[in-house]
């Protein structure tokens, strides 16, 4: 028998001396050549793309005013396509590295396909080796077919739930069996069947989508408010409470799991209803609860 966790768990130096007043700075355009030219200083030449030309690269003229002079402009949305593109480039070559004992399978092609069909899949979603491992991330990205067939049982059981953010948070439910997913999602709405709304409660602590987690949480929660306030609306009334708890270490009560049936049980679940004589008379007496 063993339990469950306790715990949800360049600096550069001035290489002049800064004048008291910032200098002036006057920019025109010259035929190909801008000139930007500082009041009682030198003259400063940068060439740049002729922008007359179709081939137009990542500064922009646009606004451009009659006297010919404007602004340069740098082109957001492309600096921020190859800053994308490189940190895909990034996230396979990280993954193919991980997997190199998994197969021949896990080619750089295989991987890079995986990658985008998940993203596709979840817009906005960033692989994330923090929340998971690189080599599981690689299966997954081997069996996206798989994943794209748990989202619609997630989906289906939890049909307002950010998805996205969950599995930010919790990719490791794209690798569970469907027949877990949909049991833990019976148990889940059962025990969140008070809740205004459970899927909003999930989409920000989608921790809570394990069912012993969850029971540990509200057990928790009930006690550290005397069995005096529902868990549920505190935790919708504050999810960030849990967020807290973690960080400072603090300890849930345990979830135990029998090894042989997987069968799981919660010693302080429906206490109130299961304690003795002597430990209602110790809870009236010394803690002055009901």
Known sequence: MHHAPRTLG?????????????????VYKSHDTWHCRQQH????????????????GSISTAGTSSSGASPIVSSSTGLTTDWEARRKQRVVRDL???SKRLGPQYTLEAIAAGVTTLEQLLPGLQI????????????????????AMRLVVLKTEYPKADLTKIMQKQPQLLLTNIPTLQDNAKQVKQLLSCARDPDALLTVLPSLLDPKTLISVLVTVKKWYFNKRDPVEVLE?????????????????????EDSSGAWTA????????????????????????
Not at 12 to 24: A, C, E, H, I, N
Not at 41 to 56: D, L, Y
Not at 237 to 257: G, H, K, N, S, T
Request: net charge negative; hydrophobic share 35%.
């Open 10 to 26: 360049a600096r550069y130096g001035s290489l002049y001396r800064p004048s008291l007043q910032k200098p002036q700075t006057a």
């Open 41 to 56: 200083g030198p003259r400063a030449t940068a060439a740049v793309p002729n922008t007359s030309s179709s081939n137009t």
């Open 96 to 98: 193919v590295e991980a």
């Open 128 to 147: 994330d080796v923090e929340a998971m491992k690189a080599s599981q991330w690689a299966k997954l990205c081997l069996d996206v077919n798989a994943a």
């Open 237 to 257: 009334a504050d999810p960030e409470l849990l967020m807290r708890a973690q960080e400072c270490d603090i300890p849930f009560e345990p979830v135990y799991v």
């Open 267 to 290: 010693p302080s679940l429906n206490y109130h209803e299961k304690r003795t004589e002597w430990q209602a008379y110790i809870d009236q007496k010394v803690y002055k609860q009901e």
